[in-house]
């Protein structure tokens, strides 16, 4: 069995955060050390470092800390996050319901793709995936859309450090012909993969406009023999008009 890294400052300093959150006039030094039996040098030490990153802010009258901007930003982040799915999930399920295939929700972190909620197809063979699934920035469809929304400059950059990956048979390695496909996913607002991530399967992708720092898309996965090519066109329709109610609720929510 594998033994779990431990780390026990870090342990302390959601402690002392927790505690700090949950005590609307702030806390001492000594408070902290008394409540939670952690000794005040230790208290002093990580509410210092806390202080550093704006995680926590010390009243300089008082002595008391309280939360920081940097934690209500990271909050919010989460908050605005889980909020989006809430937006999001009844409008899958009807892209599910009309397409019959599999409807993903993601968003782009760094050099991956990340799934955030899922709604099945009821048909017994269908694509499925565990929320927080990670899928590689180059993965067919998804990778498409994403990459298809930098700058030439930084595109060539990131091409160049990331060769790509032969997933299938059907996969586009040639640069040129990659982001020539890019630049159609550019001009047409959405992408599609026909078994170039994996084979048998194909899938539509599209934006969601307007979420903050986040870069989200939902997409339409399936196999091959139910996402026919006479399918397809409509699918594209469907999930664009999805992307664009999901888009329009986040506006009006924040307008």
Known sequence: MTKKYQAPIVKKAFLILDAISKNTQGLKISEISSS????????HGITAALEDQGAVIRDALSKRY??????????????E?????HIARPIMEELMEQCQES??????????????????????????????TSLPLLAGAIGKL?????????LQKYLNANPLIKFTAHTIIDPIKYISELEKVRKNGFATDD??????????VAP?????????AIWVV????????KKIPSIIEQTLAAAKKISEKLSDIKG
Do not use: H, W
């Open 36 to 43: 939670l039996n952690i000794s005040k040098s230790t208290v």
């Open 66 to 79: 309280t939360i920081g901007i940097t934690l209500m930003e990271l909050g919010k982040a989460a908050y």
């Open 81 to 85: 996050r889980l909020d989006f799915k």
């Open 103 to 132: 409807v993903f929700l993601g968003i782009r972190n760094g050099d991956r793709v990340t799934v955030i909620d899922i709604v099945e197809s009821r048909k017994d063979f269908k694509i499925t995936s565990p929320i927080g």
């Open 146 to 154: 994403f990459l298809s929304r930098m700058e030439a400059k930084a």
């Open 195 to 204: 078994e170039e991530y994996i084979s048998g399967v194909r899938a539509v």
């Open 208 to 216: 969601v406009k307007g979420y903050g720092a986040y870069i989200p």
């Open 222 to 229: 399936g196999f091959k023999a139910s996402m026919s090519q």
